[in-house]
């Protein structure tokens, strides 16, 4: 028995969505409290020289629908980068929550052979299905989901490690 | 087609802690050359109330450690934890590498379905063996080496993402 180029993929960019959902609200809860503008916590970053919390939840949302579209052969819709507070951030995760919702199992299979080309602006990467997905998507995903985590930890929200897992474990 | 249990796995985790050995060694040049102890390095941290940098590697090292053991019934070794800078903190990922490096793919055969626990001080979680990498190792793994990575960021480190996926689609 082996792991489907779905079950792989789909439920964990999805959990790990929905994880960025409640790590969001606690933002949201916490600016509120603070009185700090939200549009200062989307700007938040961990180093001077590292994108801020509204790019590593854009680039989170967009290697999950990437994927998704990518793997499955569907059109990969294109959302416009223009978010600039919390809410709006966590309207980005639902957009791509709802898009990786209406994919399908059977729409995966034989992924894991399939060319992939990624065509970057000074690099072109070139993946089948299963290193696309294993050495590019889940190291790519989680370290942004990480570091939106990181930021607002470092600013003093108070998140611990079960909202970034989530359910697991039957816990 | 699909995805092997171990190549779901064993790949992944090797790349990641062969990325974290390049992270490491770049912490310790930027230690020498502003002349701070390799152990103020290893004991950073994001926030107070998260653990530092040596645990992160810790941690990292164990959920990979602990993945190859459990998935493929092998015993798992128990390391110490009393590495206190930058070179033994190396050293234990080098460990780890060679404990992951001598599972071969036929041991993860039917691994998907076979029961995982994990019992932690105050909690315990049942997996099978899918759920277990997918919703536990890969989120866990990536946290961890995200959070080291965040760290030495954060303390100013010259970093970038290419230091944290290594080298991918052919580049």
Sequence with gaps: ???SM??????????GLNNLLVILGKAETFAEQKKVASDVMAASRLAIDMVPLTRQVQIACDTAKGCGARLS??????FADDETNLQEL???VRKTLAFLEQLH?????GSDDKAIVL???SIT??????????QFVLPNF???????YGILRHIGVDLGKRDYLGKVGGV
């Design 1 to 3: 028995m082996s792991l």
């Design 6 to 15: 779905f079950n792989a993929s789909i439920p964990l960019l999805m959990q």
């Design 73 to 78: 052969g569907q059109d990969n819709p294109s």
């Design 90 to 92: 966590q309207a980005r």
């Design 105 to 109: 199992a059977e729409q995966f299979e």
């Design 119 to 121: 065509n970057f602006p």
């Design 125 to 134: 990467l070139n993946f089948n299905g299963q290193d696309y997905l294993t």
């Design 142 to 148: 989680y370290f942004h989901l990480t570091t939106a």
